[in-house]
């Protein structure tokens, strides 16, 4: 008698009938009896050897330990995510990326660079006693620090823009992403949208948002356009005279924290409702997505993406500095929230002629 046979008769699923008869304490005593008796009556007897087949099947699924990959940032803090709140993205894209390597048969191990006493020579000969092959380097505080030379005998894995150097790189689309919000802007009638972004930001996105904008402005949008506000912090004086000069009817955000803040208060006093009297849509980050309206970076996925680019190089002996380095781009994710009017609806959707 099979499993399912005894699963009919009983008026239970095959799976119940299976757990008991392991005595798995998933199902009740009294079931694990009933589905024993039934057994007994049919003859049925356990097999031994096939049970321990099938837990070496069921051990084999289970990834194996393979090794251990580096993981570092040239921050002043070790965990910058913890420490600085604008930066806790950068622990979902560790997340991800401890996860994945964990589905592959890996595990993470921080090392703090800047550690004091710390440097990197040290921290080379430390990798090398572990056996680490490959770093996982999750950026820089300033954009355009260099990546330390005697770390680059490693399969090295970045992420973002920043860390000069020859490196292998993950980091968002950074065009196509703002290309999908303003075409979000465009969906729902608005023309003369600004950007504001700082001028750090603008580095750490390689220029693409504010290169897109452009591209865009010559284009679709209405003339004359809306000059890029680009600034090095919140400056209540700056906005003032940028939005009064040239009244956009979207602002397009790449940072918030202060200068959303600011923002916001500036619009408030101006008497200026969101989304009623003006739009508003964020790039990238997002402190509140049901509010926010904006593309929002897959930071997860970003830190998947990067152990498995980080464990090809390792496979393929690929070490030292890459004399053609790849970027790979992860597309954000459009949300909603309620910053936005709704798209306008074309004549042919209303039947209109």
Not at 69 to 76: D, E, Q, R
Not at 90 to 100: M, V
Not at 180 to 192: I, S
Not at 199 to 213: I, Q
Request: with cysteine; aromatic share 6%; proline share 7%.
């Amino acid at each position: 008698m099979s499993i399912r046979s005894i699963a009919r008769e009983l008026g239970v699923s095959a799976t119940a009938v299976s757990l008991a008869l392991k005595d798995s304490t998933r199902v009740s005593p009294a079931l694990r009896e009933r589905v024993r008796r039934a057994a007994r009556a049919a003859g049925h007897v356990p097999n031994a050897r096939l049970a321990e087949l099938m837990q070496e099947v069921r051990r084999s699924a289970q990834p194996a330990y393979r090794g251990t990959l580096g993981v570092i940032a040239l921050f002043p803090e070790e965990e910058p995510w913890r420490e600085r709140p604008e930066w806790g993205h950068l622990g979902r894209f560790a997340a991800g990326a401890r996860a994945r390597a964990a589905e592959l048969g890996y595990k993470l191990e921080h090392f703090w660079l800047k550690r004091p006493g710390m440097t990197p020579a040290r921290l080379r000969a430390i990798l090398e006693a572990r056996g680490i092959a490959g770093l996982l380097c999750l950026g820089s505080l300033e954009p355009e620090e260099m990546f330390p030379v005697s770390l680059r005998r490693f399969a090295v894995v970045t992420q973002g823009a920043s860390v000069v150097g020859p490196l292998h790189r993950v980091q968002s689309h950074f065009a196509a992403d703002a290309r999908r919000l303003y075409g979000e802007l465009l969906r729902r009638g608005y023309r003369r949208p600004g950007l504001c972004i700082l001028a750090t930001g603008d580095r750490r996105t390689d220029h693409l948002y504010t290169a897109t904008l452009l591209e865009l402005q010559t284009r679709l949008l209405v003339a004359p356009a809306v000059p890029i506000l680009l600034a090095e912090t919140w400056d209540k004086g700056k906005f003032g005279a940028w939005f009064d000069a040239h009244r956009p009817d979207a602002i397009v955000l790449h940072q918030h924290g202060p200068f959303l803040a600011g923002l916001e208060g500036a619009l408030s006093e101006r008497r200026l409702r969101v989304p009623r009297d003006i739009g508003l849509a964020l790039l990238d980050l997002n402190p509140n997505p049901s509010r926010y309206a904006g593309v929002i970076q897959n930071f997860e996925r970003m830190g998947a993406t990067a152990v498995e680019m980080l464990l090809g190089r390792i496979l393929l002996r690929e070490f030292s500095a890459p004399p053609h380095p790849k970027i790979e781009v992860v597309l954000g994710m459009w949300n909603e929230g309620r910053t936005l009017r709704a798209p306008v609806k074309s004549r042919r959707s209303t039947g209109r002629r």
